[in-house]
Nanobody
């Protein structure tokens, strides 16, 4: 497994923006995919965005056009730029990395969208 360190998150008003970042570290790993999941209170964890090693990107429908995922291969980091945030985006966001075909999760970072 790789170690993941997340940063970003916090409290923002509706319509605002936040950026999440996640750095992967370890020894002798090859990343297959990087992305973000989120879990709101009382709900199941859901995929937000995923970028695969070949460059294919998947977004859940509710964030299309508002969120952008990007990856820095040299630094083994993945970021999620979140714009036009809505109260329903409030959740704990988890970094997710598949390396050597084994999944790893970050510790989670809280995103709260509220006025």
């Amino acid at each position: 497994q790789v170690q993941l360190v997340e940063s970003g998150g916090g409290l923002v008003q509706p319509g605002g923006s936040l950026r999440l970042s996640c750095a992967a570290s370890g020894s002798s790993f090859s990343i297959n995919a990087m992305g973000w999941y989120r879990q709101a209170p009382g709900k199941q964890r859901e995929l937000v965005a995923l970028i695969r090693s070949g460059g294919t990107i998947t977004y859940t429908d509710s964030v299309k056009g508002r969120f952008t995922i990007s990856r820095d291969k040299a630094e083994n980091t993945v970021s999620l730029q979140m714009n036009s945030l809505k109260p329903e985006d409030t959740a704990v966001y988890y970094c997710y990395v598949v390396a050597n075909w084994s999944p790893s999760w970050g510790q989670g970072t809280q995103v709260t969208v509220s006025s």
